[in-house]
């Protein structure tokens, strides 16, 4: 039988990687599957293959009512997106007492390092690729990003 420790550390695992959906067989014959979507199912007895993957792309999550992004759009339409290039952790600093690589009102280039998408207890520094100057940051420190999920707005003239 899995512990529940055992079972949030595996949906901790799945919701960090690219895996759409995990299956696993236990000792005995229960048996787990976790999705992406959110939804686990309950441990079932029935024989299943040891460990599988699926490859499909998982969903965005759901937008918590809090969030920045049920704000009101910009208004200027000519507004660039800096996107996480992974799933991961976001951070502002590269470190809690150093400063934020940048605040709302910075000007920025295109080699400019905006952030840290923590994936994997990997540190990878994401650069603006676009110049400009930041006009919203759309996510909070220490806040869990997606493939693809807007960081950053830039006013680019």
Same mark, same amino acid.
């Given at each position: 039988?899995?512990?529940? /420790? *055992? %079972?949030?550390?595996?949906?901790?695992?799945?919701?960090?990687?690219?895996?759409?959906?995990?299956?696993?067989?236990?000792?005995?014959?229960?048996?787990?599957?976790?999705?992406?979507? #959110?939804?686990?199912?309950?441990?079932?007895?029935?024989?299943?293959?040891?460990?599988?993957?699926?490859?499909?792309?998982?969903?965005?999550?759901?937008?918590?009512?809090?969030?920045?992004?049920? *704000?009101?759009?910009?208004?200027?339409?000519?507004?660039?997106?800096?996107?996480?290039?992974?799933?991961?952790?976001? +951070?502002?600093?590269?470190?809690?007492?150093?400063?934020? +690589?940048?605040?709302? #009102? /910075?000007?920025?280039?295109e080699d400019s390092v905006v952030c840290i998408v923590e994936a994997m207890k990997l540190m990878n520094e994401l650069e603006a690729e676009t110049s400009g100057e930041i006009v919203d %940051?759309?996510? /909070? /420190?220490?806040?869990?990003?997606? +493939?693809?999920?807007?960081?950053?707005?830039?006013?680019?003239?």
């Amino acid at each position: 039988m899995f512990t529940m /420790d *055992e %079972i949030k550390e595996l949906i901790r695992a799945v919701d960090e990687s690219s895996v759409g959906e995990l299956k696993i067989q236990g000792e005995t014959e229960e048996k787990i599957t976790i999705k992406k979507e #959110g939804t686990a199912a309950a441990p079932a007895v029935q024989p299943a293959p040891a460990v599988q993957s699926g490859q499909q792309p998982a969903p965005a999550p759901a937008v918590e009512s809090g969030s920045k992004e049920n *704000e009101a759009p910009h208004k200027n339409e000519n507004l660039k997106e800096i996107v996480s290039p992974m799933v991961g952790t976001f +951070y502002r600093a590269p470190s809690p007492e150093a400063s934020m +690589y940048v605040k709302e #009102g /910075d000007r920025v280039k295109e080699d400019s390092v905006v952030c840290i998408v923590e994936a994997m207890k990997l540190m990878n520094e994401l650069e603006a690729e676009t110049s400009g100057e930041i006009v919203d %940051i759309l996510v /909070d /420190d220490g806040e869990l990003v997606e +493939y693809g999920q807007p960081l950053f707005l830039v006013d680019p003239r």
